[in-house]
């Protein structure tokens, strides 16, 4: 049972698994699922950031707030998924896009989900075939069970005395440049993990022993569970969640709200440099 990463390989092998395709471009949300119906893997569903994964947005609760568990079993209901059923997500390539819906399909109870390492980037490069039909399911009724320990909202955040860590670029966390949220900065004391430092410059996740010392040197102590990942909208701190899973670091929750929830009230404290 796969919970974390599967290989190009072990996919090809079993096409009964469940598929799901997270292309996604912030700079252009139509994007993603124009290219999956020019040429996606068999069998995948294509899952939108922000129409599938993603609840309203009241302009103060962040770019990708976390949609209602009930709203999200709806669209569940219509991909035809059961409980039993090993699913497997992948994006364009190093997996920040795929590791939101990963998350969120442990979060309502279903541990049966691995993000594709290396994505369609490697899948396409290996020469495996991709399709353009979109296949069809049977709605079901999937069975919720929401696991509140593994996010923190924004009241959870203000009380909070865990380690913060921030997934953005460098530059991003320092407040030296914004090129997505009006306000640049971040959360007070946060220290920063790019995500992209996860995946080796072949697009690939870095071995488990590697990034356990990576994380182990950012966290200084600190136990995987005392941690609270955020980053601009709550997509690629998933994937430093997945990364910690990966090493074996167990534990840690998700802001999705993240910086651009938290910078959405000037009152909230930000911090710089």
């Not at 096409?15 to 999956?36: K, S, T, V």
């Not at 294509?46 to 568990?69: C, I, M, Q, V």
Request: charged share 25%.
């Amino acid at each position: 049972m796969p919970t974390t990463l599967i290989s190009t390989a072990e996919l090809a092998d079993h096409p009964q698994w469940r598929i799901f395709d997270r292309r996604h471009d912030l700079a252009n949300p139509a994007l993603g699922e124009q290219q999956y119906r020019e040429g996606h893997i068999q069998g995948a569903l294509f899952a939108h950031l922000e129409r599938d994964l993603s609840g309203k947005k009241t302009g103060r609760n962040g770019r990708h707030p976390l949609p209602d568990p009930q709203d999200f079993e709806k669209w569940l209901e219509k991909t035809g998924l059961t409980p039993k059923d090993q699913v497997v997500c992948y994006d364009a390539g190093p997996g920040s896009m795929a590791a939101r819906l990963w998350w969120m399909l442990r979060w309502i109870g279903h541990d049966k989900v691995a993000v594709l390492d290396g994505g369609l980037a490697k899948w396409t490069r290996e020469g495996r075939p991709v399709a353009v039909d979109v296949p069809i399911f049977t709605p079901l009724n999937y069975p919720l069970k929401v696991r509140k320990n593994l996010a923190i909202d924004v009241h959870g955040v203000e009380q909070s005395k865990s380690l913060f860590l921030d997934a953005r670029a460098p530059a991003r966390y320092r407040g030296e440049q914004e090129p997505i949220d009006p306000v640049a900065g971040r959360i007070p004391g946060a220290r920063n993990r790019f995500n992209m430092d996860n995946v080796s410059a072949q697009g690939t996740f870095k071995p488990a022993e590697d990034l356990k010392k990576d994380f182990e040197s950012v966290l200084q102590g600190k136990s995987p569970s005392e941690v609270v990942h955020y980053c601009g909208s709550g997509v690629a701190a998933c994937h430093n969640l997945l990364a910690m899973e990966v090493a074996g670091l167990k534990g840690g929750k998700l802001y999705a709200g993240s910086w651009s929830e938290w910078s959405a009230d000037r009152t909230r404290p930000q911090e710089k440099g």
